[in-house]
């Protein structure tokens, strides 16, 4: 056994894959063909629910199912108006890893979630949340740092892992955000982390469905070019989204002042003006990933995204990966 597989044991047994790396779930790229190829590889592949529709999540699952024999998981959304419908999806499925993310997870939907029989990941990021969720049940956590693609935190990976990883010992914890390099990987399994999540590695991945541009946006831009959002107005608070600057940033901007002057007007509720910038996220990424309009579209991308250097098979980026971080590991040793 390598040291690689001493270090990731715990993240590997938990999973049921080869290696202790899960696929972060992007809405319009973590479907049937990404996530059964993630798996396939050696890796743990998960399917972004995201806003799809009961039925559209049934379909998915069974379509990736069909692709591959080795364990994925589902990503849920914790404010989806259907959530129990697709919790018992996931149970006729027999899904055996489900996510939850988007907001601290009720009792209800984590105890309707063990019913099933999976084993429940939930995102956390402090150390305190990260115990009470595991108070609650929760078999796993993910902690995820500001340097991470789409929706963000304000706290970085290093800092979260130096925080929460000798804090929380009694499940597996998953380190995600800015993950690029296999040095990183074996960097984060010494300071005790279980397994990591990658996300941007994979979306320019060959058998990733998004648009050939939004592929060739990912391979030109640099770390730098990954920014967060701003928030214009304390009275409409949006969760930060970190995505390559293009006009379709400067147009949220827009949005904002749009939002916030029909809030002034009376013409929207706060809530509805929340609702609307949400919205326009949704739709913006829409036209990047799939229409392929990086111009306007929303190129959420973590900043790893600088070391994306050409559209690759999954298998070779696992495979490179996991090279890198024997590699250190071994060096390190010697």
Same mark, same amino acid.
């Given at each position: ?53 009961? +039925? ?208 002034? +007007?009376? +013409? ?67």
């Amino acid at each position: 056994m390598t040291r690689l597989d001493q270090l990731s044991a715990r993240g590997r047994d938990f999973l049921g894959s080869r290696h202790a790396i899960m696929a972060g779930a992007m809405t319009w790229v973590s479907e049937r063909h990404l996530v059964s190829a993630i798996s396939n590889a050696g890796g743990f592949g998960v399917i972004a629910c995201g806003a799809m529709p009961p +039925a559209v999540l049934d379909a998915e699952i069974a379509a990736t199912r069909a692709l591959t024999d080795r364990p994925f998981g589902v990503n849920l959304i914790t404010l989806h108006p259907a959530m129990d419908e697709l919790i018992d999806i996931c149970g006729r499925h027999r899904v055996g890893h489900v996510v939850l993310a988007g907001g601290l997870p009720s009792g209800a939907a984590i105890a309707r979630i063990k019913t099933t029989g999976a084993k429940l990941m939930c995102f956390a990021p402090t150390a305190a949340l990260a115990k009470k969720l595991v108070r609650s049940g929760v078999d796993a956590i993910v902690i995820e740092g500001s340097e991470a693609g789409g929706h963000i935190g304000p706290v970085s990976t290093s800092v979260l892992a130096q925080e929460i990883l000798p804090a929380v010992t009694e499940v597996p914890v998953f380190v995600a955000g800015g993950i690029g390099r296999g040095s990183a990987i074996a960097a984060y399994l010494e300071m005790g982390a279980s397994g990591v999540q990658l996300g941007t590695r994979f979306a320019a991945a060959s058998e990733s469905v998004a648009h050939a541009n939004f592929k060739r946006a990912f391979v030109r831009a640099s770390a730098r070019d990954a920014v967060a959002s701003v928030q214009l107005d304390p009275r409409l608070p949006v969760i930060p989204v970190r995505a390559l600057k293009n006009a379709g940033s400067d147009a949220f901007a827009a949005k904002q002042r749009e939002v916030a002057g029909a809030v002034d +007007a009376g +013409a929207l509720t706060l809530a509805e003006g929340q609702l609307a910038i949400e919205h326009y996220w949704a739709g913006a990424l829409r036209r990047a990933v799939v229409d392929g309009d990086v111009e306007t579209g929303s190129l959420m991308a973590g900043q790893s995204v600088g070391m994306v250097d050409a559209v690759a098979p999954v298998a070779d980026i696992i495979a490179g990966l996991v090279a890198e971080a024997e590699a250190a590991l071994c060096a390190r040793a010697a």
